[in-house]
């Protein structure tokens, strides 16, 4: 079946949407069935994996984006990337971590892992909208919990939480016995 029309139109779709877009909203705003989308997607990415193209086809957090293949990032960093006002310190990105292997976890749960305070570090990753209240704790005093956002997942290109990379067994147990 040629499906070149609505591979095209699902192309535009993601090259003109800034967030990305779920496979149900592709189907709505395209007029095409769900089915057919999904072939256009698996299309796109057959185009794009030569490389002879410098994007690609990537899935995050809810949906679908075009991105530049992370490859070719480092010669793009400098101008398209965050810029240095926006880098994450040591303290942000070890809280990040935390919360992000832990979810959903309380602040005074973080602060029994870190050693130290974490409210200004959880202060500046919901401003930059990495991580969220989520709930709150079945527990004396009911403790928010906190866990990570889209944003976070766009970050640092996770399909989903399931695909951080896994801790070495030393790694997680010592992490496991912070956490006891």
């Not at 003109?16 to 592709?26: A, I, K, M, N, Y």
């Not at 395209?30 to 185009?47: A, D, H, M, P």
Request: negative net charge; charged residues 30%.
């Amino acid at each position: 079946m040629d499906l070149n029309k609505e591979t095209a139109i699902v192309e535009a779709i993601l090259l003109l949407e800034s967030e990305p877009v779920g496979l149900e909203q592709l189907s709505r705003i395209s007029k095409l069935g769900r089915t057919v989308v999904e072939r256009c997607l698996e299309q796109l990415n057959e185009r794009y994996s030569s490389p002879a193209h410098g994007i690609e086809v990537v899935q995050l957090a809810d949906g679908y984006v075009l991105q530049p293949k992370l490859e070719l990032w480092e010669n793009l960093r400098e101008r398209y990337g965050k810029r240095n006002e926006n880098k994450l310190s040591r303290a942000a990105i070890e809280t990040l971590s935390i919360i992000a292997y832990s979810q959903p976890i309380t602040r005074a749960e973080i602060e029994g892992l870190r050693g130290v305070s974490p409210d200004g570090m959880i202060r500046l990753l919901q401003q930059r909208n990495l991580i969220q209240e989520v709930g709150r704790k079945d527990a004396p005093g009911r403790p928010v919990q906190y866990g990570t956002t889209n944003e976070f997942l766009k970050l640092f290109r996770l399909s989903s939480i399931r695909d951080l990379p896994r801790l070495n067994e030393e790694d997680q147990e010592r992490f496991e016995s912070d956490q006891a």
